[in-house]
């Protein structure tokens, strides 16, 4: 499953989102979002986590939490939507 976590201190990077999604089971990537422009976190990202349950209870056990000092937007992510589609 794809999860995305907003609302993320801007200081938070890859291997802190794995060290808290672990907690729920394997984690097979993270990833933040960078800004092109700048080069600085958009304060988003996305987790992969195989296994369905572990993926289910990490969302929801993990939003609206806080994480350095944010209180953090957990869910499945949805698809992305090509642009060249419109």
Excluded at 37 to 65: C, H, P, W
Excluded at 71 to 85: I, S, T
Aim: net charge negative; glycine share 6%.
């Amino acid at each position: 499953m794809n999860i995305y976590v907003g609302n993320l201190s801007y200081e938070v990077n890859e291997n802190d989102l794995v060290e808290v999604f672990e907690s729920f089971g394997t984690v097979n990537s993270s990833r933040i979002i960078m800004d092109k422009y700048n080069g600085r976190s958009k304060g988003f990202g996305f987790v992969t986590m195989d296994n369905q349950e572990e993926a289910n209870l990490a969302i929801k056990e993990l939003n609206g939490t806080v994480y350095e000092n944010r209180d953090m937007v957990v869910n499945e992510a949805k698809p992305r939507k090509d642009n060249f589609n419109r």
